[in-house]
């Protein structure tokens, strides 16, 4: 019913000082049969308008679950925020009614899933899903909204369109199904978008062409990006700065190139030489040992220590904070963090 | 699917390449040798599994009562290959492609429409009864998902201890429980788990359960479909250099179906790259990755994120228009043709062969290797220019 102007978010606040959403200290826990699961524990993170953040993680290691809170879909209970604030332009979301969110979600902040093919509802046609965007949030009519829904359909390059707007879910492809949750996403041309292992399901070829529009759009309408992945190689394709996070923290925080090249966390700098590369047949693999924790019993100290080659007794009594990484003569380095006791150590060999 | 095994012939005169073309061949023994020398500068022995022509169709039916085939998805359209003792032959490709039909056909959980299936020289896929179960042993499976290939209510010792059920010969009765205990060790596992249940454990842990189950009847081949991708990035690495060691320590040969290209090229001998139930590209790890000829491995290839953000600027990237064509409907001649940037009348025309292209033949050149296409040229995509 409401015209994006009328939102409550203010709009200018941005651009300058502001950043587009800022994640400070967030914490998200389960309560589960086996105990209470930090899922989250003190996430601090910033995307400008323009900007990629990748969001690297493996399975477990809390970075849906920060993006689930940001979006206001965390299932509560048994989830909970004990502690944190998610400030989109400046306001704190997580002190917002119900009403309030709901007029963001959507609408400013949207978000792509992995599995398109669950994520769409089976018995409406892809139109009517697309439309009802329009027809919820900015009270278009039927006719309108479906017309919007070609448009749209267009613009994420789905071969004739116009034809295909009545078709069901199923009888799209999954890169075509992908696209149209891009699609829906875009619909309200939102500030923010969270894509959370958007390429995942789909085969490389279609991953490329996935990706490439995804970049494009962002580029067209200036929108920040947060992409969640577990593929250090996409990563490489398109963020701007990466967080690495390992049991519900960031582990380690720097610009995209800096990350590839020096990594400052033993994590970080296990995960890159334990993938295979494509162009040299390498030796053995390296293999980080071990397993991640199980988040009701997150080890003492730095979580990662049970697995780290180089972990001391430091390690395993004190948590590390994430250090700014500087260089050896003392020279800042711009947007990068490691949250281990030794990152020197780890940075400058 | 008589048409199917005829399609292949008008080339089927060249010399060098009598046993990948779709005729059936029955081979002499000059002939294989001059293969081998083009596929594999090493010696590498008689193959333990020859793939000839092998065709797989599901048919698609119409109507309840009488039920009337009206097409059929052509799933594994006329391919062939040699696997040898010891070595890892890598299988490539994207959803829908084949790979895992292949991976059902060798281990006969699928009956082949057409064409043979060779284990030391005797045709498997014709095999019955207890000269089945026999060969079955010696021809075992890794499975994808570790989560629904384990049965949530047998413990361990029971998974890994049913395949000596149906093969008593391997361990007698008392001496089972010291056996599983043993292949838990190989494998990297607590001897002591034994009695726990699947859910007990982690996906690479499980993936091991599923690994030791694979090498419980000494086999000579284990087919791997997709043993990794469900694992997280740091636990993939333990599992790929278990199963270096495992090959080995027991000379496995192995049939490993993926669709990660870089994981393929760690662990392969030699990749065959499918398209649409064909084999469009085969060879060692450096032909098909440092010297691809055909344009669909190029345009696979360059696909691939590379984890290295300097190579993003530097890379040619081939994006390809539109999806994989319907298999029960494939393009005519080339089926790559509807998305090739190459493509030209011929391409609708005739069916590629999986040959050495003509310029390359002969010639002492990493790029003289199989590829099914008629305008075949090396292009190296995955180095930075």
New interface residues.
């Given amino acids: 019913m409401t015209l994006i102007d009328e939102s409550p978010a203010p709009q200018g606040a941005g651009d300058s000082g502001t950043p587009l959403l800022e994640v400070r200290d967030l914490h998200v826990e389960f309560h589960t049969r086996d105990g209470v699961a930090k899922a989250v524990n003190g996430v601090n993170y910033t995307v400008n308008a323009g900007e990629t953040l990748a969001v690297l993680g ?2 477990g290691s809390g970075k849906s679950v920060t993006a689930q809170a940001i979006m206001g879909i965390l299932d509560m209970p048994p989830g909970r925020i004990p502690k944190g604030e998610i400030l989109f332009r400046g306001q704190d979301m997580l002190k917002m009614s119900g009403e309030e969110r709901r007029k963001i979600r959507g609408a400013r902040i949207a978000m792509i899933f992995q599995d398109a093919l669950s994520s769409l509802n089976p018995v409406y046609s892809v139109g009517f899903q697309l439309g009802e965007m329009f027809r919820v949030h900015r009270g278009l009519s039927k006719k309108d909204a479906r017309a919007k829904a070609v448009e749209l359909m267009d613009r994420v390059k789905i071969p004739a369109a116009a034809q295909r707007v009545d078709d069901y879910p199923h009888q799209f ?4 199904r992908q696209r149209i949750m891009i699609a829906m996403a875009l619909a309200l041309e939102p500030d923010l978008i969270i894509a959370d292992e958007p390429t995942t399901a789909l ?7 996935v ?2 529009l995804l970049a494009e759009l962002q580029r067209e309408y200036n929108m920040g990006l947060i992409l969640i992945t ?8 398109v963020a701007d700065k990466i967080a690495v996070m390992y049991a519900g923290r960031i582990v380690e925080t720097a610009p ?2 800096e990350l ?2 020096r990594p400052a966390h033993p994590y970080t700098k ?3 030489e ?6 040299r ?2 030796q ?6 071990g ?2 924790p199980n988040l009701t019993r997150i080890p003492t100290g730095c979580a990662f220590n049970p697995r780290c080659p180089q972990a001391t007794d430091l390690c395993r009594t004190e948590v590390p904070a994430l250090f700014p990484v500087t260089e050896q003569d003392g020279a800042e380095l711009a947007g990068r963090g490691s949250a281990c006791h030794y990152w020197k150590e780890t940075l400058h060999g | 699917m008589a048409e199917l095994s005829k399609k292949n012939e008008p080339a089927a005169s060249v010399d060098a390449t009598p046993n990948v073309t779709g005729v059936e061949v029955v081979e002499t023994g000059s002939e294989t040798a001059a293969i081998e020398a083009l596929q594999a500068p090493v010696d590498r022995g008689e193959p333990i599994l020859q793939v000839r022509n092998l065709v797989k169709h599901f048919p698609l039916t119409q109507g309840i009562l009488f039920k009337k085939q009206v097409g059929a998805v052509k799933a594994v359209d006329g391919i062939s290959f040699d696997l040898y003792q010891g070595e890892t032959l890598g299988i490539v490709g994207e959803s829908g492609c084949g790979k895992s039909t292949v991976a059902k056909l060798l281990m006969r959980l699928e009956t082949a429409t057409a064409g043979e299936i060779f284990y030391k020289g005797q045709d498997i896929t014709k095999l019955s009864g207890r000269a089945l179960k026999a060969v079955r042993r010696n021809i075992q499976m890794v499975f994808q998902d570790p989560y629904t290939s384990l049965n949530p209510r047998m413990t361990v010792g029971d998974i890994i201890g049913e395949t000596f059920d149906i093969h008593p010969e391997v361990a007698p009765k008392g001496d089972r429980r010291r056996r599983v205990q043993e292949l838990l060790d190989v494998v990297g596992l607590n001897p002591e788990y034994i009695n726990r249940y699947p859910h007990q454990f982690s996906g690479g842990q499980r993936q091991r359960i599923g690994i030791a189950r694979g090498l419980a009847l000494n086999p000579e081949i284990i087919i791997c479909d997709e043993p990794v991708s469900a694992l997280d990035v740091s636990v993939q690495a333990q599992v790929i250099n278990l199963m270096e060691k495992l090959q080995d320590e027991f000379n496995l040969s192995y049939v490993f179906i993926a669709h990660d290209l870089s994981i393929v090229r760690h662990i392969s001998d030699r990749v065959g790259v499918m398209y649409l139930g064909k084999m469009a590209e085969i060879g060692t790890d450096e032909q098909i990755y440092d010297h691809p000829t055909h344009p669909y491995t190029q345009a696979l290839l360059s696909a691939v994120p590379v984890p290295d953000p300097e190579a993003r600027e530097n890379r040619e990237r081939i994006i390809l228009t539109g999806d994989v064509p319907s298999p029960a409907n494939p393009p005519s001649g080339c089926r790559f043709r509807t998305r090739c940037w190459k493509a030209q009348d011929k391409c609708a025309q005739e069916v590629p062969l999986l040959a050495v292209p003509e310029r390359f033949k002969g010639a002492d050149t990493p790029a003289a290797h199989e590829s099914a296409c008629h305008f075949a040229e090396e292009k190296d995509v995955v180095h930075a220019a």
């Fill in positions: 493996e399975s492809s999954g890169g075509m085969d490389v070829t279609v991953q490329a062409q990706m490439d577990h593929d250090l190689g996409v990563v490489a394709d995209v190139h590839y090249k296990g995960l890159l334990s993938i295979p590369r494509l162009d047949k390498g053995e693999l390296y293999a980080i040992k397993l991640p």
